[in-house]
C-alpha cells in the first residue's frame, strides 16, 4: 500500500469515527424541558426519590403521593443519592472533571442548600438522624491505577446545625480490638443525635458496629451485617447479609436483626439487593433493584413474612416523608 | 556478541531527527489508546455506583485474582512476539482486544461480567506492552534509545491526561451519558488500532532467527534484570505514596484525586529531557538518579516540611522518578538485547520489576500494620539505599559499556 492510500484509509477512517462519536453523544443529550414544581420534605404523606428515567428529570429529586404513587412531582435539585429525615435532606451529588469532583449537599424542608462539604470520592451511601440533625456519607475511594478496583470506602459524619464534621470514621477508636490500615466503614444508620449503627470491615471480615460520634468510638456487635437500616421504633435493623460468594455476582440477601435478641430472619425477597434500605412504615422496607432505567424500588414486609412487590419504576434512593 | 548494537544503529542513522518517524506513530498510538482507556477509567466508579447501583467493593477479591493472570499474558505477548518476528501483529492484538471491551462494558450488567471484561481489557495491555516496545527500541538507533522512550512516555502520559478531560466533555453536554462516554472510548481505542495498523511499520527481522530464549543469556541484560527486580523491592507503589501525603497533610477532600495528576503532570514534562540525558550522560546512571529521586520522596515523606511545600515537592520529584526510570530501563536492556529475544527481554525485565514492586506492597502493608507507617516508611528508605548501592556497584560494568557505545 502506498502512503497516500494509507493517509486516505486512515482520514476517511477518522471522519466516520468522529461522526459516530458524535451521533452517540447527541443521541445522549437529554430532550425537551421538564416543568419543574415543588417538592418539600415536610409534606407528610410523600415519597421523595431520586428519578432514573431518561431525559430531562434524570437525577431529579421527584414526589410522588405514596398511597398511589401517581404523577410524578418534579424539583429542580438532582442528586445521585439522597436520604432525609425531619424536614432535612442530605443529597450527595457529582460532576466529572479531569478529577470528578464531589459533594455532599444538606437540604432544608423546601430543598434549598444549607451546607455543603467536598466528598473524597464516588457517593454509594447517606442517612440522616431522626431529628435531621446529623448526617452521615460513604463514599467510594478508588486506586488510580488503570483499570484498577482496589475500591476503599470512607465514611463521615456532619452536624448540619453546627457544621461539625468528621471526615472519617478510621479515625473512630474499636472497642477491644487493634485497627489495621485496611479497615473500611460503610452505611450509617442512626438511633439520634449521637448513636449510630454501621459496617465495618477489617482483615477481610465485615461486622456490624455501633456507636457515639461523641465517644468517638464503636463496638462490634456481631459479623456479616452491612449497610444497616435501623427501624423508626428503634428495635429492629434490617441489614444485607452475606450468603454467596462475590463471584456469583449474587452475594446479599436481606434480613432483619432484632436487637434485643441479637437474632436474624431472612425477609420475602430472595434477590440479592445491593442498597441500604429506606422503611416506608413501622413494618415495610424499599430498596432499589437494577432495572432498564437505573433501578425500580420495590417493597417487602420486614418481617420475613409476604412477598416482595414493584413500588416506583426508574426511581432510587427512596424516603418516605412522615411529619 | 551484542547483535543488537548493530541491529538497531542500522536504524534512522541517516536522518539527523530527534526520534524517528515509527516512534512518533507508536508514541501516538498510544496516546490515543490512553485517552480511549482513561475516559472509561474516569467515569467507570460513577457508571457503577450512580448509574448501575452496584457497590464496587465486590470487585476487590475478583480484581486480586485477574492480576497473576495479565503477568502471566506479558511474558506471553513477548515470547510469540520473539518467536514468530510479529511485533507489529502481537501489538495490534492486544490493542484490538482492549478496544473490544469497551462497547462490552455497555452490555454486561453485573459485578462478575464487568471484572471480567475489566480483565479481558487488562490482558490486551499485557500482551501488546512488550512488543510495543521492542518495536520502540528496534526501529531508534542505538544513541536515541532515551530519547526514543522519553518522547513516546510523554505522548503515552498525555493521553492519559487528556482522557478524563474528553470523558467529562461528554458528561458536561449529556449529563449521565455514561453510554456516550464508551461509545466514544470505542471509537477512539478503534482508531487508535487503525493508526497502528496504517502507519507504524512492523520490524523485518535481516538476521537468522536463534532461539528467543537463548537470546536473553546475555550477562549484562541479567545484571539489569536483577537489579531491577531489587530496586522494585525498594519501590513504594503510588496509592501508598498518595495515602503517606495525606497521612501527612490531612488534604481537603477535593484535592485527593488531583495527585496522581501532578506526579503524571511532572512525567509528562520530565520525560523528554531525562531520556535525552540518558542517551548523553548514560542511561544506567539516570535510572539510578531516578530511584535517588525516589529516595527524596522517602526523605521528604518523613521530614518536617509541610503544606503545599511538601506537596508540590514530593509530585514533583515523584514524576520526576518516573520520567528517569520507566522508559529508561527499556532504553538500558534495549542495546543489552539481541533483535531476536527484544520482546521477550523486555517482557522478563517488565514483569521482574511488577513482582518486585508487588512484594513492596505486600511487606510495606504488613510493616505499616505492625509498626505503623514512619517506621514502615523507614524500612523501606533503608531497603532502597541498599538496592541503589548494589546497583552503584554492580551495575558499574554496565554504565562503562553503554557509555562507550
Known amino acids: 500500500m502506498s502512503t497516500r492510500i494509507r493517509f486516505v484509509l486512515l482520514a476517511s477512517a477518522a471522519v466516520l469515527l468522529c461522526v459516530a462519536a458524535t451521533v452517540s453523544v447527541l443521541t445522549a443529550v437529554p430532550r425537551g424541558k421538564a416543568a419543574f414544581g415543588t417538592v418539600r420534605l415536610d409534606a407528610p404523606g410523600q415519597i421523595v426519590f431520586r428519578d432514573t428515567r431518561p431525559g430531562p428529570t434524570r437525577d431529579h429529586l421527584v414526589s410522588v403521593p405514596a398511597a398511589d404513587r401517581g404523577t410524578r412531582t418534579v424539583s429542580a435539585v438532582s442528586c445521585l443519592r439522597f436520604s432525609a429525615a425531619h424536614g432535612t435532606g442530605i443529597c450527595l451529588r457529582g460532576a466529572a472533571g479531569l478529577t470528578p469532583r464531589f459533594d455532599a449537599v444538606v437540604l432544608d424542608a423546601g430543598l434549598r442548600e444549607r451546607r455543603r462539604v467536598t466528598l473524597p470520592g464516588t457517593p454509594t451511601r447517606a442517612r440522616v438522624s431522626p431529628s435531621g440533625r446529623m448526617a452521615a456519607f460513604t463514599v467510594f475511594v478508588s486506586g488510580d491505577s488503570y483499570g484498577g478496583l482496589d475500591f476503599s470506602t470512607r465514611t463521615g459524619i456532619l452536624d448540619t446545625v453546627t457544621g461539625a464534621y468528621v471526615p472519617s470514621l478510621e479515625t473512630f477508636d474499636v472497642v477491644g480490638m487493634t485497627k489495621t490500615p485496611d479497615i473500611n466503614f460503610w452505611g450509617v444508620t442512626f438511633a439520634d443525635d449521637d448513636r449510630f449503627f454501621a459496617t465495618m470491615a477489617m482483615r477481610g471480615r465485615t461486622h456490624l458496629v455501633s456507636g457515639t460520634v461523641s465517644g468517638h468510638r464503636v463496638q462490634v456487635l456481631r459479623d456479616n451485617a452491612e449497610c444497616p437500616s435501623l427501624s423508626p421504633d428503634g428495635t429492629r435493623l434490617v441489614f444485607k447479609k452475606r450468603v454467596r460468594a462475590a463471584s456469583s455476582g449474587q452475594p446479599w440477601r436481606l434480613h432483619v436483626l432484632d436487637l434485643a435478641t441479637l437474632r436474624d430472619k431472612a425477609l420475602a425477597e430472595t434477590r440479592s439487593v445491593d442498597d441500604q434500605v429506606a422503611w416506608l412504615d413501622p413494618g415495610t422496607v424499599a430498596y432499589a433493584l437494577p432495572a432498564d432505567f437505573g433501578s425500580d424500588l420495590w417493597s417487602v414486609p420486614a418481617d420475613g413474612t409476604g412477598a416482595p412487590g414493584r413500588i416506583l419504576e426508574a426511581a432510587a434512593s427512596p424516603v418516605a416523608v412522615s411529619r | ?405
Open chain 2, 1 to 405: 556478541m551484542y547483535v543488537s548494537a548493530d541491529a538497531i544503529s542500522e536504524v534512522g542513522r541517516k536522518s539527523g531527527r530527534f526520534v524517528t518517524g515509527n516512534v512518533l506513530a507508536l508514541g501516538t498510538v498510544s496516546l490515543v489508546t490512553d485517552v480511549s482507556a482513561e475516559m472509561v477509567t474516569a467515569v467507570l466508579p460513577l457508571y457503577l455506583v450512580a448509574g448501575l447501583g452496584l457497590s464496587p467493593l465486590a470487585f476487590g477479591f475478583l480484581d486480586g485474582l485477574y492480576g497473576g493472570v495479565t503477568a502471566f499474558v506479558r511474558l506471553l505477548g513477548g515470547h510469540a512476539a520473539d518467536r514468530w518476528q510479529r511485533h507489529k501483529l502481537v501489538a495490534g492484538a492486544g490493542y484490538l482486544l482492549s478496544a473490544m471491551c469497551k462497547p462490552l462494558l455497555l452490555v454486561v450488567g453485573t459485578v462478575p461480567g464487568i471484572a471480567m471484561v475489566l480483565a479481558a481489557d487488562r490482558t490486551g495491555k499485557g500482551i501488546r506492552t512488550a512488543p510495543r516496545d521492542a518495536l520502540i527500541a528496534l526501529s531508534s538507533p542505538a544513541g536515541g534509545q532515551g530519547r526514543a522512550f522519553g518522547v513516546h512516555r510523554a505522548m503515552d502520559t498525555a493521553g492519559a491526561l487528556l482522557g478524563p478531560l474528553v470523558a467529562a466533555a461528554i458528561l458536561v453536554a449529556a449529563p449521565g451519558g455514561y453510554h456516550a462516554v464508551f461509545q466514544v472510548s470505542t471509537c477512539v481505542a478503534i482508531f487508535a488500532v487503525l493508526i497502528l495498523a496504517l502507519s507504524v511499520r512492523g520490524h523485518v527481522s535481516a538476521l537468522p532467527r536463534p532461539a528467543p530464549v537463548r537470546a536473553l543469556r546475555s550477562s549484562s541484560y541479567r545484571r539489569v534484570c536483577v537489579l531491577a527486580v531489587v530496586l522494585g523491592v525498594a519501590t513504594l507503589s503510588d496509592p501508598f505514596v498518595y495515602l503517606l501525603l495525606q497521612h501527612r497533610l490531612d488534604l481537603p477532600a477535593g484535592l485527593f484525586p488531583l495527585l496522581p495528576v501532578g506526579t503524571a503532570a511532572a512525567f509528562l514534562a520530565l520525560a523528554v529531557p531525562l531520556g535525552w540525558a540518558g542517551d548523553r550522560w548514560g542511561r544506567w546512571r539516570v535510572f539510578l538518579c531516578g530511584h535517588l529521586g525516589l529516595l527524596v520522596v522517602y526523605g521528604l515523606l518523613l521530614s518536617p516540611l509541610d503544606g503545599t511545600v511538601l506537596t508540590v515537592t514530593v509530585l514533583a520529584v515523584h514524576g520526576a522518578f518516573y520520567a528517569a526510570t520507566d522508559g529508561v530501563l527499556m532504553a538500558v536492556a534495549a542495546p543489552l538485547l539481541p533483535e531476536a529475544g527484544m520482546a521477550g527481554g523486555m517482557a522478563v525485565l517488565q514483569t521482574g520489576q511488577a513482582v518486585g514492586r508487588f512484594g513492596c506492597s505486600v511487606l510495606f502493608g504488613a510493616a505499616w500494620t505492625w509498626w505503623g507507617p514512619t517506621t514502615a516508611l523507614l524500612s523501606v528508605s533503608l531497603a532502597l539505599v541498599v538496592a541503589l548501592a548494589v546497583g552503584l556497584v554492580a551495575g558499574l560494568g554496565a554504565t562503562v559499556r553503554q557509555t562507550a557505545s
